[in-house]
T-cell receptor, first 112, second 110 residues
Framework: DADVTQTPRNRITKTGKRIMLECSQTKGHDRMYWYRQDPGLGLRLIYYSFDVKDINKGEISDGYSVSRQAQAKFSLSLESAIPNQTALYFC???????????FGDGTRLSIL | RKEVEQDPGPFNVPEGATVAFNCTYSNSASQSFFWYRQDCRKEPKLLMSVYSSGNEDGRFTAQLNRASQYISLLIRDSKLSDSATYLCVVNQYNNNDMRFGAGTRLTVKP
């Protein structure tokens, strides 16, 4: 199921580097989301977007930025990566609010 | 207090057993509820939505108790392939603020 595709799948980088994670979807959904998952904490929302002109902060947006380049594309940037941003990152889409979300395969990011 | 709480487990059960998980939520205005399944190092996948009247999908039954603010998932006749982490998800209607529980880990053994 490649309806929601994330790149890269794995990334190791150093503190202070700029990193971009990309997400594309073929589901035709307007709503897209970025989450991070840490052991014992569950998924936490970083940013979400209702459409190309709409960007909203989530629960933990500090240190991150996003860009919605098109309906099908939503990228997440870490301007200056720090070790506590080491986590598993997921992109997700949904048709409307309150509807189930569909996740990409995830990006495992390690910051040394 | 976390907004969505689950017993982290692990639950270790033999094949064929019946197992139940509960999940409590703190926001009484929550409107949508879901159970997701997540395999190790994989993405969460929707298992089932949870409806007010309760709903069943094969061996899986989901219940909602609004008065006590919890949802439950019952798995009957457990299979080895049911081994995974089960995530409880709670959402306010028309709000994109999905809150995920940390998950309950299930291992089904031969």
């Amino acid at each position: 199921d490649a309806d929601v595709t994330q790149t890269p799948r794995n990334r190791i980088t150093k503190t202070g580097k700029r990193i971009m994670l990309e997400c594309s979807q073929t589901k035709g959904h307007d709503r897209m989301y970025w989450y991070r998952q840490d052991p014992g904490l569950g998924l936490r929302l970083i940013y979400y977007s209702f459409d190309v002109k709409d960007i909203n902060k989530g629960e933990i947006s500090d240190g991150y930025s996003v860009s919605r380049q098109a309906q099908a594309k939503f990228s997440l940037s870490l301007e200056s990566a720090i070790p506590n941003q080491t986590a598993l990152y997921f992109c997700a889409t949904s048709h409307t609010g309150g509807q189930p979300q569909h996740f990409g395969d995830g990006t495992r990011l390690s910051i040394l | 207090r976390k907004e969505v709480e689950q017993d982290p487990g692990p639950f270790n059960v033999p094949e064929g057993a019946t197992v139940a998980f509960n999940c409590t939520y703190s926001n009484s205005a929550s409107q949508s509820f879901f159970w997701y399944r997540q395999d190790c190092r994989k993405e969460p996948k929707l298992l089932m939505s949870v409806y007010s009247s309760g709903n069943e999908d094969g061996r899986f039954t989901a219940q909602l108790n609004r008065a006590s603010q919890y949802i439950s998932l019952l798995i009957r006749d457990s299979k080895l392939s049911d081994s995974a982490t089960y995530l409880c998800v709670v959402n306010q209607y028309n709000n994109n603020d999905m809150r995920f529980g940390a998950g309950t880990r299930l291992t089904v053994k031969p």
